[in-house]
């Protein structure tokens, strides 16, 4: 599945803790790694309060370091320096997916505060909102440990195949790991409908109700299926159906169930706001420290 990985680095603390993520899916799934960092035109002295790298020569010294260090032992390890210099950091990095032809990259969000201003324009945005790549983020101060004693990876799933595309890789990886994999489908409560459906709700309510309570049946008996499909291809999986608003009940089902993981298919939104305003995977990535390994979609 995963054969090559991608992990954008600046020379600060915070993006290398994306490291034992990604070391520990690359030795796992016998992957590459690219350490690939972009010069900046203009560059600040620092960032994220550390020294920047800003000549291509520091740069590629601090990447072979790192290739060197014990974490990537028996890894085969690229690196990867843009020295052109350039203004739209993340947007190279985006054009590197291109070029470097990773099938997933590895990142840190910003920590505190931090996921909001990542996910609405900048690096991890673009790759998501504009690429097709998987994109899985780490929050340092979240669980950014080697993926080595993986108990159970999550599965947020709507029932349309078209945007079930993070399914086959949560089986996979739960397959390699050799962890649960744990299917989730939520389905709306009546005040928290939107648009023409909350208009509806007003005038019918009892028909609502009625089409609220089929939908969480239909959900049930959906989950219990796919379930089954993945039980008999050897991996372990469970499935819950649940009410209310998403993006909270994919946290709150992450922190009672201890998941190591959440994949997720996202839709990707081009712009500097877009992909931030209405997405509920952005909601997620700002309420929880689980890593959140997020699937692309395109229309």
């Not at 009410?243 to 298919?265: E, F, K, N, S």
Request: glycine share 8%; net charge neutral.
């Amino acid at each position: 599945m995963f054969r090559h990985l991608l992990v954008p680095l600046d020379g600060s603390l915070m993006a290398e803790s994306a490291l034992p993520m990604a070391a520990g899916i690359a030795g796992r799934m016998h992957a590459e790694l690219t350490f690939v960092h972009v010069i900046e035109r203009n560059a600040p002295s620092e960032v994220h309060s550390e020294r920047h790298l800003v000549t291509p020569r520091e740069a590629s010294d601090y990447l072979d370091e790192v290739s060197r260090r014990p974490i990537c032992a028996g890894l085969v390890v690229h690196i990867h320096v843009h020295e052109a210099e350039v203004r739209d950091v993340a947007r190279s990095i985006t054009e590197h997916t291109a070029e470097l032809a990773p099938d997933l990259v590895v990142m840190s969000t910003h920590g505190k505060g931090g996921a909001r201003r990542l996910l609405s324009g900048t690096m991890a945005q673009q790759v998501i909102g504009l690429g097709a790549t998987p994109v899985l983020l780490v929050r340092p101060d979240g669980q950014a440990a080697a993926p080595t004693g993986w108990q159970l990876i999550l599965a947020p799933v709507d029932g349309d195949p078209a945007h079930e595309k993070g399914l086959p890789i949560a089986a996979e990886l739960a397959a390699a790991f050799g962890c649960s994999l744990h299917l989730l489908m939520v389905t709306p409560k009546i005040g928290e409908l939107t648009g023409s459906e909350k208009w509806t709700s007003t005038l019918l309510p009892g028909a609502t109700r009625l089409k609220l309570e089929m939908q969480s049946a239909e959900a049930q008996d959906y989950l219990a299926r796919t379930a089954l499909t993945y039980g008999k291809k050897g991996v372990s999986a469970g499935a819950e159906a649940s009410r209310g608003d998403p993006a909270r009940a994919i946290v709150r089902t992450a922190r009672r169930l201890a998941a190591d993981l959440i994949v997720m298919a996202t839709h990707g939104r081009a712009g500097t706001g877009a992909f931030w305003e209405g997405s509920v995977a952005a909601r997620v990535v700002s309420r929880t420290r689980v890593p959140l390994l997020l699937v692309p979609l395109r229309e």
